[in-house]
C-alpha cells in the first residue's frame, strides 16, 4: 500500500519561475519498455511518444527554467531545461547513465548532471545508511568530494544554475545527515539507534522556505518537507494536528513548498477525516495550482458521495464458496463491511472478535461481508487463509485490490474499514466501528437491529 521511502528520493521538480517558453527536445533512446518517455515538472506532465527506432523530437512550452525530470519507465533522470534550450540526447535504456550523451544548447548542464547521477550511484542509499556512524560520514565525505572535484571542472554555460548547483551540492550532504538516523533505524531494524555527540547536526540557519531553492534543488525540497513534518508532530496533539498543519502551510512564503504539501496531504480529503470539509476549503483556499485545485474537487465530491444517508457504491465480487455476489443481492438487511487482505496484520487482530459477533448476531437482520484487497497473484494465498481460518460471513475477493471501483468510491487508503449500509442500500456509516470496539454494538442497538 505504501510507497517505498527511497521513490520519494528521485522526485525532482522545476527551478526558477519565469514566463513560458517553447524549447526543443529531441534524440533517440533505444529499448524504452513501452515506446514511450516522459518529461515532468512542477504542474507539467508530457509524455512524449517515441518512433519505431527511439528517436524523437519535440517542441515543448515550459513555465519556468529549471530542473524537470525525464522517465523512461526503466529510468528516472534529472533534466534542466531554461529559455532558448535546444537539446538533444541519446541513450540506451538498459545501460541507461553509462550510454546518456547530450549535444546543444543546455548539454553541458545536462550531461554534468548525467555525470554527477553515476558518481552519487557509487553506493545505494540503502547501503549507505546502513553503515555505522565512522563509515557513513566517510562515505558520505568522500562523495561530497568528488561531485565537488568534478563540479569545479566544469565550464558552464549557464551562470545561475552554476551558482544554485554550488548550493546543491551542499544540499546534498544535508540530506543525508538529516535522514542517516531515522533511515538507519529502519534499514536494520534497531529502533535504539543513536549517534555521537560528534555527528553534525542538519544546519539550522538553512532557510527552510525559500522558493528559488526549493524550486532548484530536490535534496533541500526533501529537506524542507520532511522537517515542516517533524516540526507539526513536535508541536501539535492529537487533539490540534490538523489545524495546526493548515495554519502552518499557510503561513509558509512559498508557494511551491505549500502546494507539494497540499498534494502529500491530499487524503486528508476523504471520509476517513470527519473534517474533510474544512480541511478542502482551507486547501482550495490556499494553493494555486489548477490541477491540484481539480484533484482535490474530486477526492471532495467522492467524499460527499459515501456521506451518511447516500446510496452506498457497488460491488460485485468473487464468492470464495463459489460464483459472485453483489451488494445489490443482499437488499433487505443490513450489511456489515470489513475490508482488509491477509497481509494487514491489523486486520487479522480483528478476526477473533468479528466472529463473536457474527455469532451474537446471526439470526439477526443483517450480513457480515469481507472484501479482502489482496492482490490477483495471491488468490490462492486469500483462499487457503479463509478455509485453514474458518472465516464465517461472505467471503469476497475484490477485483483490483486497492484500485477496486468500491473501493477508490469510499476513499479507502488503509485497512482494517468498516462500513456500515442499512437494508435500502444507503450508507449508515462509511467509518463503523470495528468488531473489537463496544461501539459497535451499541450502534447495532441504536438500530434496533
Known sequence: MRKS???????????????????????????????????????????????????????????????????????????????????????????????????????????????????TSQITDKELYKLDETEFLNKLTEIKKSITIFYKKIKFSDSYYQEKEAINIYYFEQKHLFYYKNYRSYLTGLRDIKVSDQFPKLDDSIDLDNETDYLFSNEYKLIAIDRFNENLRENSTSLNTETKKIQNIKALKSQSLKNQLIKNNIYDITTENPNYKNSYTAYISITNDPELIKNLTVFYNNAKAVEMGKPSPKFDYENHKGGKTSLESLKGKYVYIDIWATWCGPCRQEIPSLQKVEEQYKDKNIVFVSISIDAEKDHDKWSKFVTEKK???????????????????????????????DPNGNIVNSQAPRPSETALIDLFNTLKI
Open 391 to 421: 472465516l464465517g460471513g461472505i467471503q469476497l475477493l475484490a477485483d483490483k485490490a486497492l484500485d477496486s471501483e468500491f473501493i477508490q468510491a469510499y476513499g479507502i487508503t488503509a485497512i482494517p474499514r468498516f462500513i456500515l449500509i
Open 5 to 119: 521511502i527511497f521513490l520519494l528520493l528521485i522526485l525532482v521538480f522545476s527551478s526558477f519561475t519565469t514566463s513560458a517558453e517553447t524549447i526543443t527536445i529531441s534524440g533517440q533512446i533505444t529499448n524504452t519498455e513501452n515506446g514511450t518517455i516522459t518529461i515532468k515538472g512542477a504542474s507539467f506532465d508530457k509524455e512524449i511518444k517515441l518512433d519505431a527506432d527511439g528517436t524523437f523530437a519535440e517542441n515543448i512550452t515550459i513555465a519556468y527554467d529549471g530542473i524537470y525530470s525525464l522517465e523512461t519507465g526503466k529510468n528516472t533522470i534529472p533534466l534542466y531545461l531554461s529559455k532558448g534550450t535546444k537539446l538533444s540526447l541519446s541513450a540506451d535504456d538498459k545501460t541507461f547513465l553509462s550510454s546518456l550523451k547530450y549535444s546543444g544548447k543546455g548539454s553541458v548542464e545536462n550531461q554534468y548532471l548525467a555525470n554527477k547521477a553515476i558518481i
